[in-house]
């Protein structure tokens, strides 16, 4: 499910709209709630050729990739002989300045309306009941956090040789090479460097 969509509905019908309306998703595995209540369901139908790779890798080794995602939303108001109103009322809102700022908030936006109507629902074989449907493009972004992994530390551990260097003597710690070599994050640093964690 895409938790954005869920938390954008509920926060524009019941906190901006001020309703008292459930959200639940299509596929919720409970016995039917009561009315009014919101249903949610989506398909997704495009994403990019290529996801986004962050340039920047952190001392763990870790870098975020991610792309955006278009799902196709069917959002469904289920509300008696109130359903049409709820569902303008949610369609307006979702337009607002507080409820934009929600959307870029998470990180989402509201595309293209493809379909507004009321199409009354079948109860049984004889009766229907009040519904709303809205579908409508969503664009959200999908991350994960990627462990690329990297080499932070080299300990370079040998013996000098050449026509300068004294090597009759190979336990000859002049004759030793111990080096080690770090990335310069100012976690991999040794105490006491400045600006280390350590010493601010």
Known sequence: MIKQLWELIDYT????GQEDVAVIWSFQNAA???KPYIQLDYSSNDLPDHDWLSNTIDVSGHRIMGSWRKAVVDLQVYAD????????KLAILLNTEASLDKQQQLDVAIGNRLFFARVPALMNTSQYEDRAIYHFDFMYTETYNEDVGFIATVEIEGTYSGSLVSINDPDDPKNKCNITVSVPYLETQPPGIVGTPDNG
């Open 13 to 16: 019908i019941n906190i901006l």
């Open 32 to 34: 039917r709630i009561d």
């Open 81 to 88: 002989q109130d359903s049409m109103r709820l569902a303008n």
